[in-house]
């Protein structure tokens, strides 16, 4: 959503656009954390030294680790007390759909409000050449929010689902769900293997302990208390990293607001003072992606599984609704002391502070203003207590991405396609067992922290060009069948790749209109996004009802239905006869449909 040159692109985790040529240009993609971290908080360290009654009990872990572990456990505790009559599965999955509504609505939040999304809103409100205009996080993710509890909650708990794949098996058979499985479970994985990434360089520098050692422990942290308790644990330090973010930005905002070498926010708004005006503005040329980063922010939130795991625990469609829209409002409030922190970055004099000049923008350091600002214009201990909040604000997605994971393998691809007459506390322990598998992964790819950023970027992307659309057939049309989900996957996933990628070196095929090269790199400014997410819905219905009167007219041997579109010999077992059944979960499962 932003850069000099135009080759940028969008980051769905923290909602902005990020350089196609590095990630840590301009842009807050989840490397602009490890560079932030490694660079500033080494007086953070000295800080500590100084101040001996600050240092953490325990060496090699942060406070909020420990609160996290102390937390989780006792959310565990919770959750094994609460399961004595429950679907086990269910408690680990959705909270049993029984979390209450002040439990969803700080989960909820925490999911979309990482230590990018604080740290990137203030880098884009002080950069010279965006301003307040190109902020589209806070807007992004609440009308992502309120559309989804608006047209999304009814229809996925009217059939009590557990993951948002459920109706995609249902609706188009297990081999297509297990395709459509493999975007998420990529992005999931590459995201959580970016914030372990981040973590490990925070604990690098505050605790001086090897880059190894450091990522290991952040992510036997994050593993630890969401084996134990699933989405209870998940849930409940969700409350306390939220609450320690809030109050630890707040408390920063009026030393920097007063500090003397900060020009009123109000007047620099509109005025050429030390720079442009942090208002910012939108140029012409750029207005194609701006739209098309907006409509990837505010659709391409919606079908990823951190978001329905919450909705769909709540215990009733009310309470999702009530929690969807809350969480948007809380989504948008939390980025008001980013934006307020960019507006003192490009409100101050920095040769007034111990930064000096050049300005952070000249010397290519803008990913890192808000805790720039935070180190030059607020004491040191107020500083520490709100780099701790960006350390929190990472630990709140992490948690959330390991979940998901591990929940869609264990109920969609384990239970319905591996064992189809696994007990639930196999299909328990199927989950643990993949969730210790993922996050072993995920910590591996976490050595190799920039390539993981961008996979973790492309493959959201095509969770955007292809589970979004499929979706929405899957709830809105029932008529689609596999045909059409099968034609709709292979046009999106060929319209994205060949639309290029230079994160990794993959050249555009495709040259869509306003295609420019600049330094060597091409850029898309058509919006190239959203145009394949609607030629990929549209092939879905094409194709399906295409499919469907080739069969019925005869017109092609109802033998060659491989998918078995017409020969209605797929049986769903309905909710009400499941619920009478011990040894199965509240859910709509599909036999027969492969």
Partial sequence: MFLPCPANRICLACATVTSMHSHSCLSAGAGTLQKTFLKIWPFTQSALRRRRHLRFPHENELPTQQMNKATGIWASWKSRKDQQNR?????????????????????????????????????????????????????????????????????????????????????????????????????????????????????????????????????????????????????????????????????????????????????????????????????????????????????????????????????????????????????????????????????????????????????????MILPLVLQHLCPAYISITGLGAIAAAAMSSADSALLSTGSMFAHNIYRKILRKKASEREVLWAMRTSMLVFGAGAAGLAFYSSSVYDLWFLSGELVYALLFPQLCCALFAPSTNTYGSAAGFLVGLLLRLLAGEPALSIPPVIHYPACSLVNGTYSQLFPFKTFTVLLTLGTILAVSHLAKALFQNNLLPRSWDVCNITGGTAILIPLQQVEKQERLPNTALEENHD
């Fill in 87 to 367: 679907n086990p599965t269910e408690m680990a999955m959705v909270g049993g759909r029984n979390i209450h509504v002040f439990i969803g609505l700080f989960t909820a939040t925490a999911t979309w409000v990482g230590g990018a999304y604080i740290n990137s809103t203030a880098e884009i409100v002080y950069l010279p050449s965006k301003g307040l205009l190109w902020v589209q996080a806070p807007v992004g993710f609440a009308l992502s929010l309120v559309i989804g509890g608006f047209f999304f909650v009814n229809p996925m708990r009217s059939k009590n689902y557990v993951t948002v794949m459920d109706p995609l098996q249902e609706t188009y058979g297990n081999m297509m769900g297990t395709l459509l499985f493999i975007p998420p479970l990529l992005g999931e994985v590459f995201w959580f293997a970016a914030i372990l990434a981040s973590l490990g360089a925070t604990m690098r520098v505050i605790l001086d302990i090897g880059g190894s050692l450091a990522i290991t422990i952040s992510a036997c942290t994050v593993i630890l208390y969401t084996l134990l308790g699933g989405l209870y644990s998940v849930a409940y330090t969700d409350v306390i990293q939220m609450v320690f973010i809030t109050l630890s930005l707040w408390i920063c905002i009026p030393f920097a607001l007063v500090n003397s070498a900060t020009e009123s926010i109000y007047y620099t708004a509109t005025h050429q003072s030390y720079q442009d005006p942090w208002i910012g503005k939108i140029e012409k040329q750029y207005l194609g992606r701006w739209l098309d980063d907006f409509f990837y922010l505010v659709l391409g939130s919606i079908p990823w599984q951190t978001y329905f795991q919450r909705v769909l625990s709540a215990a009733s469609t009310g309470q999702a609704r009530l929690i969807s829209y809350l969480s948007g409002l809380g989504c948008f409030a939390m980025a008001i002391p980013s934006v307020l922190i960019g507006a003192v970055a490009a409100s101050t004099d920095w040769n007034q502070t111990s930064y000096g000049l050049p300005s952070p923008f000249e010397r290519g350091e803008s990913a």
